[in-house]
Nanobody
Framework: QVQLVESGGGLVQAGGSLRLSCAAS????????MGWFRQAPGKEREFVAA????????RYSDSVKGRFTISRDNAKNTVYLQMNSLKPEDTAVYSC???????????????WGQGTQVTVSS
């Protein structure tokens, strides 16, 4: 069992930056690939980024590639999402997830956090 808690969301102006964190409980964090997803009002949850167990592989959606960076610190049981050059269309609830592979496919993930709100004003 893995419990995930996100933090770092907030209100930021367009062009600004935020760093999200996802802290995991339990001693098995280092066995899981991690992903970030987001859901805007009235839209389906969409893939943002994913990272492998050893952080040697990362994957990004086209909409955030070059602006967002996913990373992890297995010693701290934490995965991060550095978000730069934020746009109003990045506004959403951001959730982290733990699964067996760093895939874009949301149904492959076994554990989910509650999410943190990110709002980007124009």
């Amino acid at each position: 069992q893995v419990q995930l808690v996100e933090s770092g969301g907030g209100l930021v102006q367009a062009g600004g930056s935020l760093r999200l964190s996802c802290a995991a409980s339990g001693r098995t964090f280092s066995r899981y690939a991690m992903g970030w997803f987001r859901q805007a009002p009235g839209k389906e949850r969409e893939f943002v980024a994913a990272i492998s167990v050893s952080a040697d592989f990362t994957r990004y959606s086209d909409s955030v590639k070059g602006r967002f960076t996913i990373s992890r610190d297995n010693a701290k049981n934490t995965v991060y999402l550095q978000m730069n050059s934020l746009k109003p269309e990045d506004t959403a609830v951001y959730s982290c997830a733990a699964g067996q592979s760093p895939t874009w496919y949301r149904y492959s993930y076994d554990y989910w956090g509650q999410g943190t709100q990110v709002t980007v004003s124009s």
